[in-house]
């Protein structure tokens, strides 16, 4: 089966994105899909698939698998990927885009994307867990976010254990902070279903928005992460905005052997 395909990144966040407009639902077993074709060595190479389908009363619909396979509700890596791919086709440069966690908003200025991520919910601070304190965050997927004094390789070492835990029975996204100063901090991501990655867009959000509530920073910050740097901001409203770079990177046609 050939199956044409976009490669988009976001601060090395990068995903293999189907532009499936014409349809609003598709006969590929996206699970697998997601595991052959993110495939780093016999694949494309990805942290996820995304599927970007017709949706009525938006502007589409997108739906992750992470690289293991496993659905993902939200990636605001790829919410921003989807929303320059859409800016690309349609020239609109405000979008509404259906996924798993609701309608989000997305604004494109040139290369720079911007999304409105709706409102954080603190749904835990100072868990222990695996030798590490942290505080859980919903940002329409979950989060385990550990302040650090420094960074110095927690993501791999207790990211999985964190990951797997019995406590999240759908896994959970571990981030590892540093504070740089009220308006900048460095974080380090292991994802679910995808291990450590360059970069996480609501992992982003998920540790600005535990910070504030620390009163560690400011309602606007910058998040540097191995991939790149982007910008958070609490709204008046409590809503957060996250707003950084995309770059497509290639396009081709996948050959699946199923």
């Known amino acids: 089966m050939l199956i044409p395909f976009g490669k988009i990144q976001a ?14 639902e598709t ?25 970007l389908l017709a949706e009525a009363g938006a502007d589409a619909r997108m739906v992750i698998h ?11 890596s790829a919410l921003r990927c989807c929303a320059s791919l859409l800016h690309r086709l349609t020239g609109k440069t ?24 709706g409102k954080p919910v603190l749904q835990e601070k100072d868990l222990d867990l695996e030798g590490v304190t942290g505080t859980v965050v919903e940002v329409g997927n979950l989060h385990f976010v550990s302040f650090q004094a420094r960074l110095h390789g927690q993501e791999l070492e ?52 535990s910070g504030i509530n620390k009163g560690l920073l400011d309602n606007e910050v910058w998040v540097k992460m191995p991939g790149g740097a982007v910008h958070v901001a609490r709204l008046e409203n409590g809503e957060f905005m996250l707003a950084g770079t995309v770059e497509h990177t290639f396009s081709g046609v996948y050959q699946w052997k199923i």
């Open 94 to 117: 405000e979008l509404r885009i259906a996924t798993a966690s609701g309608l989000k908003n997305a604004s494109v200025r040139e290369r720079q994307i911007s999304v409105n991520l």
């Open 11 to 24: 601060q090395g966040n990068d995903f293999v994105v189907l532009q499936l407009l014409h349809t609003r």
């Open 66 to 76: 992470n690289s293991d396979g496993s659905h993902a509700l939200m990636c605001g």
């Open 158 to 209: 207790a990211g999985p254990r964190l990951e797997r835990h019995p406590r999240f029975r759908e896994g959970v996204n571990a981030e590892f902070a540093r504070v740089v100063s009220r308006l900048e901090i460095e974080m380090k991501v292991w994802e679910r279903g995808a291990g450590a990655t360059q970069a996480c867009g609501t992992g982003a959000v998920a540790s600005v928005f």
């Open 27 to 51: 006969s590929l077993p996206p699970d697998a899909l997601a595991r052959d074709i993110c495939d780093r060595r016999t694949g494309v190479g990805a942290d996820g698939l995304v599927l």
